[in-house]
């Protein structure tokens, strides 16, 4: 027997075409709710962890605030501790700068020389005085340039003739002088002080 198909074949192939499609308009939307929701889910995880990072970074960051400000004032008090020590130290040599200056003026004030007047201002001597000879000035200059531990940078200042007599028959010609010198600390300084009751003239 042949069977014929009566019915409208082309009214119903577009409708099984427009089902399709709607179904894959649904299935399109769904599988592109999926991918947005997805999206956000993981854009979410991302910034819930970023977030979790900044706050581990925040509070780091409070904590070595911390420390540097902990270590600033550690620095202030180690300098503050050093200058203490350094006026400590300053205030014990200058104890003993009076005896050492006396001292080394005694040794190296060569004979003929006499000093009349010894002014200190910080680390700089004014010396005034009076010798035989511009020879003796000069040598003076030499031993507190050389040989001398706690004096240095001597520097004439001014020298001339200064004429004095016990009575006018007896002139002697004499030179007054005034000099400058630098005092100095010594690398290795002895202990033990030197007497500061040695004279400071050599006949």
Not at 35 to 47: F, I, R, S
Not at 126 to 145: C, P, Y
Not at 153 to 160: A, D, G, Q, R, Y
């Amino acid at each position: 027997m042949i069977l014929i198909n009566l019915l409208p074949y082309r009214e119903e192939k577009r409708k099984r075409r427009k089902t399709a499609f709607f179904v894959g308009l649904g299935v399109s939307a769904v599988l592109g709710a999926l991918v947005v929701g997805a999206g956000m889910l993981l854009l979410q995880q991302m910034t819930a962890a970023q977030a979790s990072r900044n706050q581990y970074l925040t509070t780091e960051i409070d904590k070595l605030d911390g420390q540097i400000k902990d270590i600033a004032n550690l620095k202030a008090e180690i300098e503050s501790l050093k200058s203490r020590q350094r006026a400590v130290e300053d205030l014990q040599a200058d104890r003993n700068t009076p005896v050492h200056l006396l001292n080394e003026l005694a040794r190296h004030t060569p004979e003929g020389v006499y000093l009349t007047a010894i002014r200190q201002a910080d680390k700089v001597v004014t010396i005034n005085g009076i010798a035989q000879t511009n020879e003796r000035v000069s040598e003076f200059l030499r031993n507190t340039a050389r040989n001398s531990e706690w004096l240095e940078k001597p520097e004439l200042v001014e020298i001339k003739i200064a004429n004095l007599s016990a009575n006018s028959r007896d002139q002697k010609r004499l030179f007054e002088f005034s000099m400058k010198v630098s005092i100095k600390a010594p690398v290795n300084e002895s202990p033990a002080a030197p007497s500061a009751g040695v004279p400071a003239k050599k006949s």
